[in-house]
């Protein structure tokens, strides 16, 4: 079992940049953990994935280039940084993850068990 919590999000003008961060109670399994987000009437999207036990990044089409996920094991925390903010980016973001002993991570969000609360991205134009 792993609590994650989420924090960071705000209101910033287009073309901004943020920093999310979402602290896990524990990391002492390997996880594959993401960062999902969801805009008010719209269906859930993937934004990014990570393997914590090697690094190793997915990053969905429409943040690529723009957005960088990343972890800091010691501090049992994910990051997303979020650069060149457009409207279309506003919406809940969440942290997600599942134990991933064997390796690999997944795209879907239906396959992750932890979820946090959500931090709230808003953009202004």
């Known amino acids: 079992q792993v609590q994650l919590v989420e924090s960071g999000g705000g209101s910033v003008q287009a073309g901004g940049s943020l920093r999310l961060s979402c602290r896990a109670s524990?990391?002492?399994?390997?996880?594959?953990m993401g960062w999902f987000r969801q805009a008010p009437g719209q269906e859930r999207e993937g934004v990014a994935t990570i393997y914590t036990g090697t690094g190793g990044t997915y990053y969905f089409d429409s943040v690529k280039g723009r957005f960088t996920i990343s972890q800091d094991n010691a501090k049992n925390t994910l990051y997303l940084q979020i650069n060149s903010l457009k409207p279309e980016d506003a919406a809940m973001y969440y942290c997600a993850a599942r134990e991933s002993p064997f390796g690999g991570c997944w795209r879907n969000s239906a396959m992750f068990r932890y979820w946090g609360q959500g931090t709230q991205v808003t953009v202004s134009s």
């Open positions: 524990n990391t002492y399994k390997t996880y594959c």
